[in-house]
């Protein structure tokens, strides 16, 4: 508790600095004053002395947009990843066990290669439509008149994964040179063709997910108990999961058609914030929200800068800080288990 009261300015204090950062460092750098000037501006149409016309555009235009898409993306990854740890009770867990991503980029891959003519809504829309549907099969795998089993889950997850990597595979082999570089760019994850209405329906996602998985953290929190005793609470635990994993693969569908496979962040963040304060998943859920918002801001800062005046795909960067982080979880794992 007393870890709470600090991890929560802490973190709103992060999450400020990222965001102003963010909106500040690029090809055009712009001052932090003007930068916050310029946000005052566009949000309330008062225009301050101090922010040149062509500042105030890139802003409005690029850099406004790609802030708020990266804090909506790393707050839904983290929740996600937040809540599938819960239900599994297993901090190595992350969204895509389910299979939404796996079958997110196979979605993706087939509009690339297959239509592409049908431009970047087509690929958003059957990216967004294939991770739930992959995951609906997943869940429908591993359902039985007696329930759904976490085990048979995560391997209906890894031979559903390996499927659509199969699939994906074939594709990259019939893909022609254009096809292939748009299908590499959107694998490794990328925020810089954020636009407002991709912004827009990610907020929308966040609310939903954040309401929802708000409202299931008592639940949660009984699940850490084991699924009998849960069960012995009162606790629906089929309906609990259906709802949760449905949750999980619309948001982390629509983050995966918004901004291509960004990794690390659901796994990385929750477990981090776990370690400071604890499994309750009342502080955990919008504690893990806040800092893989502020992480991915950060992490889409780094991809601008570290090989500017071009640019690193963000899941590269994360995939770089997430790595060396789950090697180390394994190997306390391992430790506790010898």
């Known amino acids: 508790m007393e870890n709470t009261r600090w991890l929560w300015p802490c973190l709103l204090t992060a999450l400020v600095i990222t965001s102003l950062m963010s909106v500040s460092i690029g090809p055009l750098q712009i001052s932090p004053s003007a930068s916050f000037s310029a946000v005052i501006n566009w949000a309330t149409h008062i225009e301050l002395g101090n922010v040149a016309p062509h500042e105030q555009l890139v802003i409005d235009n690029v850099r406004l947009p790609r802030t708020l898409l990266a804090l909506a993306v790393g707050a839904v990854l983290a929740q996600c990843g937040a809540v599938m740890q819960g239900l599994f009770r297993n901090p190595l867990a992350d969204p895509g066990i389910i299979g939404v991503s796996s079958g997110a980029a196979l979605g993706a891959a087939i509009c690339i290669v297959l239509f592409p003519q049908g431009g970047e809504y087509a690929v958003a829309v059957s990216a967004f439509l294939a991770g739930l549907v992959t995951t609906l099969v997943v869940y429908r795998l591993a359902s039985s008149p007696t329930g759904t089993s976490v085990v048979l889950l995560l391997l209906s997850g890894v031979a559903v994964a390996a499927l659509a990597g199969a699939g994906i595979g074939l594709l990259t082999y019939m893909a022609d040179d254009m096809a292939l570089r748009d299908l590499t760019l959107w694998q490794l994850g990328s925020i810089a063709g954020a636009q407002w209405h991709y912004v827009i329906l990610t907020l929308i996602a966040l609310a939903l997910v954040s309401w929802q998985f708000n409202r299931s953290a008592r639940a949660l929190n009984a699940l850490l ?81 570290i090989v500017a005046p071009s640019e690193l795909p963000v899941g590269l960067v994360t995939a770089l800080l997430g790595a060396p982080f789950f090697i180390v979880l394994l190997l306390k794992q391992r430790s506790r288990l010898v």
Not at 233 to 240: A, E, I, M, N, Y
Not at 272 to 291: E, F, N, T, W, Y
């Open 225 to 305: 108990l084991g699924e009998a005793e849960a069960r012995h609470l009162g606790l629906d635990v089929d309906k609990l999961k259906l709802k949760l994993i449905v949750l999980c693969a619309i948001g982390v569908g629509i983050s995966v058609a918004a901004t291509g496979i960004i990794g690390f962040i659901g796994l990385v963040v929750p477990h981090l914030v776990r370690m400071l304060i604890g499994p309750d998943h009342k502080q955990l859920l919008p504690l893990s929200a806040m800092l893989g918002a502020a992480l991915l801001a950060l992490a889409d800062i780094g991809a601008r800068a």
